[in-house]
């Protein structure tokens, strides 16, 4: 894949940077360019991350739990000390969750809502108040195909994760209609299935092995098949990107056509 320098020189801030979509992202992002400050709760994830970048260098991250306040303070903090401005956001960290709302607990509430929305929230605020005084910035939320519809998988549903993704579309849509015209861009991608860790065997119940699982995933697909972080991670790039610059408060779907059926 050519590299351009789409994004050269600009500071990204990246959650739950550690695996799937999100080190898809980071690494698409370094070869593009981008200054790293990369979050995640599992430090080991995170050097190996950085170290398979081009210049790992220059690079850093914060460890910590985004949807604690403090830890998104850190994280502004991080790369205003380090490059003194913040160019792009991915509110990346988020986790799945599959249960009907009359067996979800009210802690189980908190935490989904907690992880997935409460720290979009959180970057979010934290991060604004420099783009303004930049007059520049965009921000990208991981919105979902959830994020349109209802669903089930393995005879249960998937309403707490969906609500979570149905309010990432809406913070989109709200912080890019109030901050356009200080030119900070907001949008969110919204990925189809897509093979990443965020699905275990604790979620099938041990009904069907993991390979049963993504095959049932994948033929839910018009294409026939799930996507891959790589391919939701140029989608993210996209967005960050100047190419997308008469863009904001939209969701983009990469969905093989789920959405379209």
């Known amino acids: 894949m050519a590299h351009t320098g789409r994004l050269q020189g600009k500071v990204a801030i990246i959650t739950g940077a ?35 970048t081009p210049n790992p260098d ?5 460890i ?12 502004s903090e991080a ?29 189980e509430f908190d935490r989904c809502i907690g992880i997935n929305l409460k720290s979009m929230f959180l970057c979010c605020k934290a991060v604004i108040p420099q783009m303004q005084k930049q007059r520049s910035g965009s921000i ?51 990925p189809g299935g897509t093979r990443t860790n965020q699905i275990t065997e604790e979620h099938t119940q041990n009904a069907v092995t993991m390979d049963q699982f993504w095959q049932f995933a994948g033929d839910s697909h018009p294409m026939g098949r799930y996507g891959e ?17 008469f863009m904001t408060g939209a969701p983009l779907i990469i969905d093989g056509g789920y959405l379209a059926r």
């Open 64 to 75: 910590g739990d985004v949807s604690l306040e403090e830890t998104a303070i850190r994280l």
């Open 229 to 245: 972080p790589a391919e939701i991670a140029n989608g993210i790039l996209f967005l960050a990107s100047d190419e997308a610059s």
């Open 79 to 107: 790369a205003i000390q380090r490059h003194d401005r913040i160019d792009v956001l991915v509110n990346n960290a988020g986790i799945h969750y599959i249960q009907d709302i009359t067996d979800i607990s009210t802690e």
């Open 140 to 190: 990208i939320n991981l919105g979902s195909i959830s994020s349109f519809v209802g669903q089930e998988m393995l005879g249960r549903s998937t309403v707490l994760y969906n609500i979570t993704k149905a309010g990432a579309l809406q913070l989109t849509k709200s912080l890019a209609t109030r901050y356009a015209a200080e030119g900070i861009r907001v949008n969110a991608i919204c």
């Open 18 to 52: 550690g695996s799937g979509i999100g080190r898809a992202t980071a690494e698409r992002f370094a070869q593009e360019g981008a200054l790293l400050v990369l979050n995640d709760l599992d430090e080991a994830r995170l050097q190996a991350v950085i170290q398979s």
């Open 58 to 62: 220059q690079h850093t991250y914060v």
